[in-house]
Nanobody, 121 residues
Framework: QVHLVESGGGLVQPGGSLRLSCAAS????????MGWYRQAPGKQRELVAS???????KYADSVKGRFTISRDNDKNTVYLQMDSLKPEDTAVYYC???????????????WGQGTQVTVSS
C-alpha cells in the first residue's frame, strides 16, 4: 500500500554527476528518517546517506563530501545528489524510509525497487 519509487540512475563517466529521486506514495501518515542504501554484486547492502525529519544528515565515509542528501516533505520525496562519481560507486541504489501508515500504530520500513548507477569510462 506504500510505494517508494526511485529514479535518476544511469551510466556516467568518472567525475560526473547524477541526481537520484525517491517518491513515496500510498497510505502514509508520516515519513520519518529517509535514506539511500546501495548494493554491488557480491557485497552487503550498505547505508550511503540518511536524513531525519529535522534534516540531520549522515553519510558514509566513502561518499562524504561528494554526495548530498535532501528531502522535500511536501512531495514525500528524498534526493541524493552525487558528484565526483567514482567507479567504486557503481551499485544498485535503494531508497529506504521509516513510515507511519494510516491505520497502523507502529513504524514500518519501506524499500524502493532500486535504480542502477554505473560509473565507467
Amino acid at each position: 500500500q506504500v510505494h517508494l519509487v526511485e529514479s535518476g540512475g544511469g551510466l556516467v563517466q568518472p567525475g560526473g554527476s547524477l541526481r537520484l529521486s525517491c517518491a513515496a506514495s500510498g497510505s502514509i501518515l508520516r515519513i520519518n528518517t529517509m535514506g539511500w542504501y546501495r548494493q554491488a554484486p557480491g557485497k552487503q547492502r550498505e547505508l550511503v546517506a540518511s536524513i531525519t525529519t529535522g534534516s540531520r544528515e549522515k553519510y558514509a565515509d566513502s561518499v562524504k563530501g561528494r554526495f548530498t542528501i535532501s528531502r522535500d516533505n511536501d512531495k514525500n520525496t528524498v534526493y541524493l545528489q552525487m558528484d565526483s562519481l567514482k567507479p567504486e560507486d557503481t551499485a544498485v541504489y535503494y531508497c529506504h524510509a521509516g513510515i507511519w501508515r494510516l491505520g497502523n500504530s507502529r513504524e514500518f520500513e519501506d524499500w524502493g525497487q532500486g535504480t542502477q548507477v554505473t560509473v565507467s569510462s
